[in-house]
C-alpha cells in the first residue's frame, strides 16, 4: 500500500541521474494478486526449517520491485522483491540463476479478500477500508492470537519457495484510520513478533515504512523499504539503517530524477522510480 498513490541498468547505484528507456511489462496491469492455495499450515509454535544464516542486504544493492504482471526477470537488479502468493519457486530459482536475492511480498497488516488464505479472518479483526486499495481492510493488529499464526503460514510459504527475505506491508495501521484503537506500542509489538517469525524461518526481514518508529524498530529488522520518502520529506527517517550497513529500498512515483537521485546519492538508498501499477517499469539513479 503506497502512501498515495522504472530499463535495464547497470547493477548497483550510479552516480548522477542516468537513465535509459524503460522496460515495459508485455502482460497489462492486474490487481495485486489472485487467488493463489494457502501455504502450508505452520502453526507459530511450529519448528521452522534449520537455517545456517539469514541474507543481511547491504546499501548500494540494485533492486526491482514488481508486484504486478509476469516477473521480468531480464531486469538487471541484484534483488527482487515480488509477491510471494503470486509467484512460484520456479521464479525465484530462476531469479536465484542469474544471482539475484528474492523478496517476499505480503501484507502483515491488512487483508485482502483475493488471497487464498482471506477466510482465515475473523470478521472481528477486519476493520477500516484502505484507502484507494478496493478490497483490502486494516486488520486489528492486537489480536496476535488470530494474526500470527496465519503469518507464520505466509513467512514459511516464502521459505519453502526459497525466498531470501519477507517483505511484510502495512505495519502502520496505528497511524492511519484503520476502525480501531491502535497505539504506538501495540504496532511496536506487532511488528517485532512479524520480524521474530521471519527470522524463526530464516529469512531476511524488512520494515515497511513506518518512519516515526525506525529508531525503535532497526534493530530487529535487516532492511528497510520505503515508499515516496523524498515526496514526503521523510529520507532522513531511515539513517539508522543505513549507519548499521543496512539496506535501504526505496522507491518514489513522482517528482523529478534529478531530485530523487541527489536524495538517494546523499544518503546512500537504493532507489528506483515506479509506476503505480508496480509493474515492471523501472529507473534508476
Known amino acids: 500500500m503506497a502512501p498515495a498513490l522504472a530499463s535495464m541498468l547497470a547493477l548497483g547505484l ?6 535509459s528507456a524503460p522496460t515495459d511489462d508485455p502482460s497489462p496491469p492486474q490487481a495485486r494478486g489472485s487467488s493463489p492455495a494457502p501455504g502450508p499450515a505452520v502453526g507459530v509454535g511450529t519448528p521452522a526449517v534449520p537455517v545456517v544464516g539469514r541474507w543481511r542486504p547491504r546499501p548500494g544493492l540494485s533492486w ?16 527482487f522483491d515480488i509477491d510471494g502468493a503470486d509467484n512460484s519457486a520456479a521464479t525465484v530459482r ?6 539475484a536475492k ?7 497488516g491488512s487483508w485482502e479478500r483475493w488471497r487464498g488464505d482471506a ?24 489480536r496476535t492470537d488470530v ?3 496465519i503469518m507464520e503460514r505466509r513467512i514459511a ?15 502502520d495501521g496505528y497511524a492511519n484510520r484503520s476502525g480501531f484503537p491502535l497505539t504506538a506500542a501495540d504496532q511496536l509489538a506487532y511488528n517485532r513478533a512479524i520480524a521474530r517469525l521471519a527470522h524463526k524461518h530464516g529469512l531476511a526481514v524488512g520494515l515497511k515504512n513506518d518512519a516515526e518508529q525506525v529508531r525503535a524498530l532497526e534493530p530487529h529488522f535487516d532492511f528497510a523499504v520505503v515508499e515516496e520518502c523524498v515526496a514526503y520529506d521523510e529520507c532522513d527517517a531511515y539513517r539508522p539503517f543505513i549507519r548499521a550497513g543496512k539496506a535501504v529500498f526505496h522507491a518514489e ?23 503505480l501499477d508496480l509493474g515492471a517499469y523501472r529507473r534508476t539513479c
Open 14 to 19: 550510479i552516480a548522477g541521474c542516468t537513465t
Open 64 to 79: 526491482q520491485w514488481q508486484l504486478s504482471g509476469r516477473v521480468d526477470t531480464s531486469v538487471g537488479a541484484r534483488v
Open 94 to 99: 530462476s531469479l536465484h540463476r542469474k544471482g
Open 102 to 108: 528474492v523478496i517476499c511480498y505480503i501484507s502483515a
Open 119 to 142: 477466510t482465515a479472518f475473523p470478521a472481528s479483526v477486519l476493520g477500516r477500508r484502505l484507502d484507494g486499495w478496493p478490497g483490502e481492510r486494516w486488520l486489528d493488529i492486537r
Open 147 to 149: 494474526l500470527l499464526p
Open 157 to 171: 510459504d516464502c521459505r519453502s519457495k526459497g525466498f531470501d527475505g519477507v517483505e511484510p506491508d502495512n505495519v
Open 253 to 275: 512515483y513522482r517528482g523529478s530524477m534529478a531530485r530523487i537521485c541527489r536524495e538517494s546519492e546523499r544518503l546512500g538508498l537504493s532507489t528506483i522510480k515506479k509506476r
